[in-house]
């Protein structure tokens, strides 16, 4: 980004030179602000403890091999990663379809009360999962759901939000396309996967991104309703991380091996539909 | 059996009426053109046949069929939108084909034979594979004409679908849509604001103003023997020039001393009105210089104030009195503003309406045309719930 910027300023830059000194320089220390945490980590998990613990070397180490294998296989953290992965999946596919029809719904039919329905879904974002855990849990053991796969994606399919991002931009839509639709006779589950969906590819890519994001997040809900080890998702598993130590030394090295690859999932796909993302937030610069 | 009935159907929306009583006949494979200015309710007439609106009062007849109560998609007809209403990630062809294909019984090479005869007789075989953002404003409306042929339906609806090209194409696609009616034969229902659309495509013009049809008749006619002030006043270019003038006798007479005689026996003044407007189109007045012009009947004098060249013709706004006349005269005649002008009204060529209704109670007996007499609609709805007076 500052790279960019730096075109943009520099029209300017044989009149006020200092001006855009300090621009830079801004931009530079900002930059490494915000991306320390994530050097640093990068940076521990290739050092041994020992390494780590003196605090002054900032040099890479030669540990990365051993971390990396290490938490991926004898932590089992690639167990972890492909039950977070699943999970992400599982949500963003059911959400962005449950949402979809929700919208449709809304946004083209006729039935009462239909603008106090919406608000009521929207009221839904007052109670978010850790809100409702304990609930949730009686509900889930009550199901017979507990330590599934189902516990930890059903509570995640309904979204206010998705449902109100693709009302929003249904509503976006010519009505004449709806009302050549309805003239020709095309249905309403024709109407949404021939016309509605490919129509909305970004708006559904961008929220797919969001959702993956905070589904792969999730920790506290995993960590309660799933008890068997072999199933829990990757935050849960780097936590499983910090038990280990050295003499009496956390495993830093070890644990942030894990938060790197706990965190490269979401990066690629974040990376892959950036452009998706910032549509959806009508975010997208020229 | 008339192809498309309307018995006075009204359309409200909770306290507004937007169609207020409208009775329309529509022949099998006639095209009428509904026009009005903005707000009028000819669009939601349309979309009342189609049935995209529910019709709040009144019978909507398709086929000799009361459809009041039925789904658009049974209704057999298709539309055309002003906005061409393409869905943008479909190629022309799939636009053309798809609503066909997503409702009716239709092999695939049917569609594709049904696609390709449409895009022949619109000349956008080259185009089928193009999505709608590669083509241009003319190019996407003959697509979306062609999804329409492709249904092959009983009805054509079209919602003002030039009213988005440029003038230049606009005019050609007018030319496009006559022959392709001709070719058809298609009953075709057409709503504009143009009343040069109006009057080069339709069979037959409804002129429609606030929620009602003033009249329904032949171009001609609308233009020879309006039955209001206001389709008097809309149709023609520049408006017809209506001003108030007293009645007396065989004569109406205006406050500048312009005399304009009447056939006897003609004039239909409901009661003792002595008071009406005359009509006068600005091709039906003479304009001469004052000082070559002899003063005699139907003549008043008159000031310049402004002169526009039309190419074809110049048009001329006098002061005549307190009203202003427009008067349009051979091109590159030479008046000047502030010029003092003799005006000389065609007594022949001259219409009445009453003040008060503004219903035309007198056109002189050369406006009229042919037999057209007993093919004029007069739609009742000026006086609503007068009862349906019936219409052919």
Known sequence: ?286 | MTAIELDSVTKRFEDVTAVDGISLAVEPGEFLVLVGPSGCGKSTTLRMIAGLETVSDGSLEIGGERVNGVEPKDRDVAMVFQNYALFPHMTAERNMTFGADAARDISESELSKRAAEGAEMLGIEDLLDRKPAALSGGERQRVAIGRALVREPSVFLMDEPLSNLDAKLRIQMRTELASLHRRLQTTTVYVTHDQTEAMTLGDRVAVMNDGHAEQVAPPQELYDRPATRFVAEFIGEPAMNVFPVEVRGDAVVHDTGLEVPIAAGEMALKGDIDAADLGVRPEDIDIAPLDDASAGTCTATAEVTVTEPLGDSLLVHCQLGDETVQVSTTPRAAFDPGERVVLTVDADRSHLFDRETGEAVYHAPNTAVGSSEDRTQRADAVAPGAGGEEIQ
């Open chain 1, 1 to 286: 980004m500052a790279v960019e910027d730096s075109s943009i300023t520099s029209e300017s830059a044989t009149v006020g030179l200092p001006d855009t000194l300090w621009v830079h320089l801004s931009l530079v220390v900002s930059i490494v602000l915000m991306g320390a945490p994530l050097l640093l980590a990068l940076l521990m998990s290739t050092q041994s403890t020992a390494q780590i613990y003196d605090v002054t070397n900032l040099a890479p180490g030669g540990h990365a091999l051993e971390n990396y294998q290490s938490a991926l296989f004898e932590y089992d953290l690639a167990r972890y990663i492909v039950n977070s992965f699943v999970m992400s999946i599982i949500v963003v596919v059911g959400k962005v379809s449950l949402s979809l029809l929700a919208a449709l719904a809304i946004v083209y039919y006729d039935f009462p009360y239909k603008d106090a329905i919406f608000a009521f879904v929207l009221l839904t974002l007052l109670l978010p999962v850790p809100v409702r855990i304990v609930p949730l849990f009686e509900l889930m053991a009550d199901l017979g759901w507990a330590n599934s796969m189902l516990a930890i994606t059903g509570p995640y399919i309904a979204s206010a939000t998705a449902v109100f991002l693709f009302r929003q931009h249904f509503l976006s839509i010519p009505s004449s396309l709806v009302e050549t639709a309805r003239l020709d006779g095309v249905g309403p589950i024709e109407f949404l996967v021939d016309v509605l969906v490919p129509m909305s590819r970004g708006m559904i890519a961008g929220v797919s991104v969001i959702t993956f994001v905070y589904a792969w997040n999730q920790y506290l809900w995993p960590l309660i309703v799933v008890s068997d080890q072999q199933k829990q998702v990757v935050q849960v598993g780097i936590s499983y991380l910090q038990s280990a130590s050295q003499a009496g030394q956390t495993q830093w090295g070890l644990i942030m091996a894990g938060s790197i690859l706990a965190l490269s999932v979401p990066l690629v796909v974040l990376v892959a539909l950036h452009r998706p993302l910032l549509e959806t937030f009508a975010l997208q610069q020229k």
